[in-house]
T-cell receptor
Framework: GQQLNQSPQSMFIQEGEDVSMNCTSS?????WLWYKQDPGEGPVLLIA?????ELTSNGRLTAQFGITRKDSFLNISASIPSDVGIYFC????????????FGPGTSLSVIP | EPEVTQTPSHQVTQMGQEVILRCVPI?????FYWYRQILGQKVEFLVS????????KSEIFDDQFSVERPDGSNFTLKIRSTKLEDSAMYFC??????????FGSGTRLTVV
């Protein structure tokens, strides 16, 4: 089945630094999604990407859908303490109503 | 913003007991889902539901699990005879036109 890999597994950064995390897949996805999860909460959608090559921003967040449809990255600029959490990349194979397949997550810690 | 609501937020049950987890999806959504997250692991798809029937299910969703939409607003997940390994966060999600794929805050199920 489809599998997603994320790197790095965890990150410790200073407040104000920029962050970059990656996601790769063994197969093609039609939609890439980036979620953030706070402890005890459900995943919250940060950015959705629908076209190969698409670059999308949401405030300090920027994500790109790779040309091959098998990878994506998420950048966070000027990190702040509330950026702490687990970031999941996820994909949908067919339509936007399809099941969401999640990666294993990148745990981000921000040191004030 | 519309929300997916899940109850209870935490349920403790004895091994072998039946549990029902409840969800109220976003009102005009037509696609409903259940996911599971074992502590410290990634979010895993269990089942999707559309037009009053299961549209897809994963290997995890065996005969012990069932879903139902008993009325126009609720969507439930039943585990017939709980096992210790069923302990996890269970997330409901819904999707449809106008507002995207949205997850609830989850129910933490603890089987003792």
């Amino acid at each position: 089945g489809q599998q997603l890999n994320q790197s790095p597994q965890s990150m410790f950064i200073q407040e104000g630094e920029d962050v970059s995390m990656n996601c790769t897949s063994s197969s093609i996805f039609n939609t890439w999604l980036w979620y953030k999860q706070d402890p005890g909460e459900g995943p919250v959608l940060l950015i959705a990407l629908y076209k190969a090559g698409e670059l999308t921003s949401n405030g300090r967040l920027t994500a790109q859908f790779g040309i091959t449809r098998k990878d994506s990255f998420l950048n966070i600029s000027a990190s702040i303490p509330s950026d702490v959490g687990i970031y999941f990349c996820a994909g949908q194979v067919k339509t936007s109503y399809d099941k969401v397949i999640f990666g294993p997550g990148t745990s981000l810690s921000v040191i004030p | 913003e519309p929300e997916v609501t899940q109850t209870p937020s935490h349920q403790v049950t004895q091994m072998g007991q039946e549990v029902i987890l409840r969800c109220v999806p976003i009102s005009n959504h037509l696609y409903f889902y259940w996911y599971r997250q074992i502590l410290g692991q990634k979010v895993e798809f269990l089942v999707s539901f559309y037009n009053n029937e299961i549209s897809e299910k994963s290997e995890i969703f065996d005969d012990q699990f069932s879903v139902e939409r008993p009325d126009g607003s609720n969507f439930t997940l039943k585990i017939r005879s709980t096992k210790l390994e069923d302990s996890a966060m269970y997330f409901c999600a819904s999707s449809g036109l106008g507002y995207g794929y949205t997850f609830g805050s989850g129910t933490r199920l603890t089987v003792v």
